[in-house]
């Protein structure tokens, strides 16, 4: 059974950090590429951040290019989202997202998610 498990949000103040972690198991992990999106209250599934099974292909979305940096530790079933200079926009409920072998949108499986909140 795929299990995807967050951690590490919280409240933040503009221009602070936080590192995101999604610990997997339940299947090869680093036989999938990953992903990572996010909900804000009231709108839509926005994609964040994707990356390959071996960490050589990555996307980051418009929004978060520059600021935020996906990782992914295949020794130890692994994907991290360092998120950096962050913005009250973006406030989220942010989810780790296992995709199919090849694209990180072909998703299967999601993770419960976890709350970041960006407020001074």
């Known amino acids: 059974q795929v299990q995807l498990v967050e951690s590490g949000g919280g409240l933040v103040q503009p221009g602070g950090s936080l590192r995101l972690s999604c610990v997997a198991s339940?299947?090869?992990?680093?036989?999938?590429?990953m992903g990572w999106a996010r909900q804000a209250p009231g709108e839509g599934l926005e994609w964040v951040a994707g990356?390959?099974?071996?960490?050589?292909?990555?996307f980051y979305g418009d929004s978060v290019k520059g600021r935020f940096t996906v990782s992914r530790d295949n020794a130890r079933n692994t994907l991290y989202l360092q998120m950096n200079n962050l913005k009250p926009e973006d406030t989220a409920l942010y989810h780790c997202?296992?995709?199919?072998?090849?694209?990180?949108?072909?998703?299967?499986?999601w993770g419960q998610g976890t709350q970041v909140k960006v407020s001074s």
């Open positions: 997202s296992k995709g199919s072998k090849w694209y990180y949108r072909e998703v299967d499986s």
């Open positions: 339940g299947f090869a992990f680093n036989d999938y590429a």
């Open positions: 990356i390959s099974r071996d960490g050589r292909d990555i």
